[in-house]
């Protein structure tokens, strides 16, 4: 499997959903960077399970227990490594998901790649659960974009066909308010349209079904100039991370797809200098990347997120061990729609891509 990460800055990544822990080794920090766990903390329980009705009722503390490359609260310059423990854990809710093939999940595709080898307890290391490793870091990363004025942001676009206004719609997008997203559990910019998503999330868990939706991740205060296009410019890295986030099936930066839809005249960003003599664009169709390359603006990219595939609703697959149709109600823990927990992942792993960018300069 592969679970190696970075040019800069490198993160090893290992575990399995079921095993004893979870776990991540970063390579390239910056020795002498102040960590604030509190602050780490708080994306760890953004992630956690068992928060609300809302999502699983499989409860994990999520606690990072920092084993090397950390001492009196600042980064050593050694690697640094943390492990979650896995405490709350029922594996006997798999033991016939062996040979019973989940549609939807990485089951029979991860079967055939690995020969039956694979952990299957859990989904494995196919699982969600393998991101909270992945939040440690990108919390970590956050701080260091922080003290060169980076924020990154997010908030429901969308759940199934309910719509949020989009980054581009707001006239202004405040510090203030990133944080105040940190503490929703459905963060929208029309807080109308809360009551609605959570009515939807609950029909779909009462009918044992699940919902997907999409989330709008910005990034503010990055200068213009990074990048390294063809391979590793913006979007690639973004992309790369992103699609390694379970459950991602789309990415579409600025306007997206529609600017298709324009002319070029209306989908170029025209450039301004601002009362304050910096350059700006009129208008940001392109997401902050052009040539692969960040022009000053914000970084604005959504995120596809299917609904989740473990359903208790009668569905038919296969009996692998036995070679024969089957049918399934998948039971155990499971949530009705992720959306609300991926936003602190799409979130790390936009610091992860972009601290790796601006360690190397580009």
């Known amino acids: 499997m592969s679970g190696i990460w970075g040019k800069n800055l490198e993160l090893s990544l290992f575990g399995e959903s079921h095993g004893d822990a979870i776990g991540i080794t970063i390579n390239g920090l910056t ?12 994306e760890m329980a953004r992630r956690a399970p ?27 310059g050694a690697p640094l490594t943390a492990i979650i423990r896995n405490t709350n854990t029922r594996s006997k809710d798999y033991s016939l998901l062996k040979d019973v093939m989940r549609p939807g999940q990485a089951d029979y595709p991860g079967r055939m790649r690995y020969k039956g080898h694979n952990d299957h307890r ?96 910005f990034v503010l205060g990055i200068p213009a100039g990074y990048g390294n296009p063809f391979f590793d410019s913006v979007e690639s890295t973004l992309a790369h991370l992103v699609f390694s986030v ?18 070029g005249s209306e989908a170029n960003d025209e450039y301004y200098y601002d009362e304050n003599n910096e350059i700006k664009t009129r208008s940001n169709n392109n997401g902050g990347i052009i040539g692969g390359i960040t022009y000053g603006m914000p970084i604005v990219f959504r995120s596809a997120v299917k609904p989740p595939a473990s359903i208790k609703k009668k ?36 610091a992860i891509g972009l601290t790796d960018l601006m360690l190397g300069g580009s």
């Open 31 to 42: 020795p002498g960077l102040e960590i604030d766990m509190d602050k780490v903390l708080v």
């Open 122 to 217: 859990g989904s494995g290391h196919f699982s969600g659960r393998i991101t909270a490793p992945i939040v440690f870091a990108g919390a970590i990363c956050k701080q260091w974009l922080e003290q060169k004025g980076v924020t990154i942001g997010s908030h429901i676009q969308s759940i199934g066909a309910i719509e949020d206004e989009r980054f581009s719609d707001q006239t202004e997008v405040t510090l203030e308010q990133v944080e105040a997203f940190k503490n929703e559990q459905l963060p929208l910019f029309n807080e109308e349209k809360k009551q609605a998503i959570h009515d939807l999330i609950i029909e779909a868990k009462d009918e044992g079904d699940s919902v997907g939706g999409v989330v709008e991740t």
């Open 246 to 263: 379970p459950a991602i099936k789309g990415i579409e930066f600025g306007t997206g797809f529609d600017i298709t839809k324009l002319k």
């Open 315 to 350: 569905q038919q697959t296969i009996n692998i061990k036995e070679g024969k149709n089957a049918e399934l109600e998948v039971e155990g823990r499971h949530d009705p729609c992720i959306v609300p927990r991926v936003l602190p992942v799409l979130e790390a792993v936009t």
């Open 50 to 76: 068992g928060s609300s009705e809302l999502t699983t009722p499989r409860k994990e503390k999520d606690l990072p227990e920092i084993l090397s490359g950390f001492l009196d609260g600042k980064t050593t």
